[in-house]
């Protein structure tokens, strides 16, 4: 069975850091191409970042570009988010799912049950 | 920036009833259209893929269409479980966009 394990959301101030966790089992986690996606309070759901099987290659919101960073250590089967000069726009419930396939620009085929990010003073 | 406007906004219906939620990418997405189910505190759930491909464990009331840039979802014989919020995406390019949304309920 698919499980994506989300953590690392927090109260957090306008300009610091944070930096999210999506720990994945049931699957050969290296094989797929990964995705953050974002859903604020009773909003719609926005795409943040994806990256490739290997890492090799990550895509970014322009909204985000320069202020966050998708990563992941393929031997912890684990996903990353490193957010940096948070926003309060950036307030939301942070996401990690999983390409349909081995491509990266596929559907989300399986979804964590997300974290939640509030950036307040 | 692909733009998909989604509409109803929301609609109410009976159990056993059909109903279709549209979705109109702003220019031509090649099919790449995804349709998931979001039920409150939950997170989404990939429903159908390729705009007409149905996920793995989906019942198959649930099935998608397009005509052109107009893509639907229809769900037939509703049944209680299928209240929920409905979602279409376009996976043809970064970034991925989704539709606003279709709450449905059920009466």
């Known amino acids: 069975e698919v499980q994506l394990v989300e953590s690392g959301g927090g109260l957090v101030q306008p300009g610091r850091s944070l930096k999210l966790s999506c720990a994945a089992s049931?699957?050969?986690?290296?094989?797929?191409?990964m995705h953050w996606i974002r859903q604020a309070p009773t909003k719609g759901l926005e795409w943040v970042a994806s990256i490739s099987p290997s890492g090799g290659s990550t895509y970014y919101r322009d909204s985000v570009k320069g202020r966050f960073t998708i990563s992941r250590d393929n031997a912890k089967s684990t996903l990353y988010l490193q957010m940096d000069s948070l926003r309060s726009e950036d307030t939301a419930t942070y996401y990690c799912a999983t390409s349909i396939t081995m491509m990266v620009l596929t559907p989300f085929a399986y979804w964590g049950q997300g974290t939640l990010v509030t950036v307040s003073s | 920036d692909i733009q998909m406007t989604q509409s109803p906004a929301s609609l109410s219906a009976s159990l056993g009833e059909t109903v279709t939620i549209e979705c109109l990418a702003s220019e031509d997405i090649y099919s790449n259209l995804a349709w998931y189910q979001q039920k409150p505190g939950k997170s989404p759930q990939l429903l159908i893929y390729?705009?007409?491909s149905l996920q793995d464990g989906v019942p198959s009331r649930f099935s998608g269409s397009e005509s052109g840039t107009q893509y639907s979802l229809e769900i037939n014989s509703l049944q209680s479980e299928d209240a929920a919020t409905y979602f279409c995406?376009?996976?043809?390019?970064?970034?991925?966009?989704f539709g606003a949304g279709t709450k449905l309920e059920l009466k």
């Open positions: 390729d705009a007409s």
């Open positions: 995406q376009q996976h043809h390019d970064y970034p991925y966009t």
């Open positions: 049931g699957f050969t986690f290296s094989n797929y191409g």
